[in-house]
Every structure is written in structure tokens, then in C-alpha cells.
């Protein structure tokens, strides 16, 4: 199915690389504008802006841990677009900090840092983005969530811990927003192949992680932002609320 975003106005948070990157190219692609957001690699975020098709696309700097930054982010990406129809919350962080290993203050420094990102960092966005989106009585977000929130993560405890909530975060805003005319969906994908996971798709430990899944191998970027272009599309509003599972049937949950 070819999707015609043509005119609309994206944000896509941490979007300088991997899944980000390669959704704010089907965007570009299909005719949208976009902003590339980045947290500190400025040089990977004006790359990332220079491989998309098209024109009127943006590069915004914030740090997603700390609220107002968020919320300055998404004001300026709604100026400099003249508008905001979508927003993917697609940054995240992936901090080990095992209970068992970890001392007190690393850990609840580690732990504070995801919840933070993850989770505070997606809801300020939403909400700022959901203010803009009310008004013209029309809008998509879509989260970026994960598997590890079901079947959990043993030395990430933040990070399954914020992706589960970044989920019911996500089934709660479609409640509420949705007669407003904006619709909030959640993808949940296992491993992918990005700079984040590569070394842990490594020799042998990387190809018990592919054979996990049935298909043995794990997601590419463009799997997921496939997923995310379709849950944007009018095709996809009667399934708000959603999350859908891009992990190859790696984890299957009931």
C-alpha cells in the first residue's frame, strides 16, 4: 500500500539514526515534512536531514530527560512547520543498571535518566503535541515501546519498566483523545538492528538473539517504520489504542 503524506507535518524524536532516521525517510518520502530531532550528535542529525527527499524539513536540538526542553521541542517543531499532524515518540535510552550489581546511587541516577527519557520525556510530548492537535481537531501520535515491557529486562529494569507505561500511556491518550479527533498508537518491537543493539548481535550470543524468532534474524529499521507509516495513515484510525508486536514471534504474549 503507498501512502500519501503529502504536505503533513511530522516530528519524529530521535530521529538522527536507526529507527527514527529510516521513518523520517518514508515520511519525507511519501511527501511529509519533517523534523529531525537530536539529542547531542548535531553532525548524525544533519546527515540524517540531508538523506531526506524533498524540502521544508527541520533539525531541533533537546534533551529529552528534562521536561521543559521537551516542551520547548515540540512548540518549535509546530513553528517551524507551521503545524504538527504526527508525532512519533521513537527517542529512547537503553541504560544497564542491574539490582543485583549496581550501587544504590548509580542505580537510582541510571534509573531516574530512563524513566525520564522514556516515559516523562514521550508524555510531555504528547501532551504538548495533543494541544496544537486538538485545536484543528486532528492528529497522530505514535510510541515506540518495546517487547522487553512484556516479557521483561533483567539488567534494564527502567527500561522494561518505562516502555510498559510508555504503553498504557499510550492505550489511555487514545481514550482520551480520541474525540478530539486524534488517534495514539504503540509499536512493540523486539531486537533491531541499530548502532544501540549491534553489539549485542554479535558472534554467537547475536545469533542465538536471531533465532529467537522462527525467521531467524531480527528487525530491520525499515520493518518498524513501516509499521509506524501505516499507523499515521487514515487506513490505520479504527485502531487506536493499539500495540502491535514487530518482533518476529521472537515473544508471543497472551
Known sequence: MTHNYQGKKVLITGSSRGIGRATAQLFAKAGAHVVIHYHQNEAAAQEALSSLAGEGHHVLQADL?????????????????????????????????????????????????????????????AYTAAEFMKVQGAGKIINVGSRGAFRGEAGQPGYGASKAALHAMGQSLAQALGPHGITVHNVAPGFVETAMARPHLQGEAGEAVKRQSPLNRVASVMDVAQAILYLASPEAAFTTGCILDINGASYLRT
Open 65 to 125: 530527560a528534562v521536561a521543559s526542553s521537551v516542551r520547548s521541542l515540540v512548540k518549535a517543531a509546530h513553528t517551524q512547520l507551521n503545524g504538527l499532524d504526527i508525532l512519533v515518540n521513537n527517542a529512547g535510552v537503553f541504560l544497564p543498571h542491574p539490582f543485583e550489581s549496581t550501587p544504590y546511587e548509580e542505580w537510582l541516577d541510571t534509573w531516574q535518566r530512563t524513566i525520564n527519557t522514556n516515559l516523562t520525556g514521550a508524555a510531555v510530548a
